[in-house]
Nanobody
Framework: QVQLLISGGGLVQAGGSLRLSCAAS????????MGWFRQAPGKEREFVAA????????IYEDSIKGRVTISRDNAKNTLYLQMNSLKPEDTAVYYC???????????????WGQGTQVTVSS
């Protein structure tokens, strides 16, 4: 069973950048497709981006595509999300997740990080 620990959230002004990291332990990181999701207050958790086991394929939610980049370093057992040109509507708790296949479906991810708050001020 893999454990996921997220770091890198915080407060940033609109137009700024943040990089989230998700460190995995307790499992073989490269066995898992990895995803980032977010949940804004009063809203359902939604897909942001996902990456295949070896990092060769990525998928993004359409509205955020072009402003975020998902990547992974299997040697370091770490997943990243680089977010640029942040907007107030990006404010949410961000989660990383590990699953068996590359998909945007929340239900396909079995293991979840604890979440980190990202707040974008206007």
């Amino acid at each position: 069973q893999v454990q996921l620990l997220i770091s890198g959230g915080g407060l940033v002004q609109a137009g700024g950048s943040l990089r989230l990291s998700c460190a995995a332990s307790g499992g073989t990181f490269s066995w898992y497709a990895m995803g980032w999701f977010r949940q804004a207050p009063g809203k359902e958790r939604e897909f942001v981006a996902a990456i295949s086991r070896l990092g060769r394929t990525t998928i993004y939610e359409d509205s955020i595509k072009g402003r975020v980049t998902i990547s992974r370093d299997n040697a370091k057992n770490t997943l990243y999300l680089q977010m640029n040109s942040l907007k107030p509507e990006d404010t949410a708790v961000y989660y990383c997740a590990a699953g068996g296949s590359l998909t945007s479906s929340i239900d396909a991810y079995a293991y979840w990080g604890q979440g980190t708050q990202v707040t974008v001020s206007s």
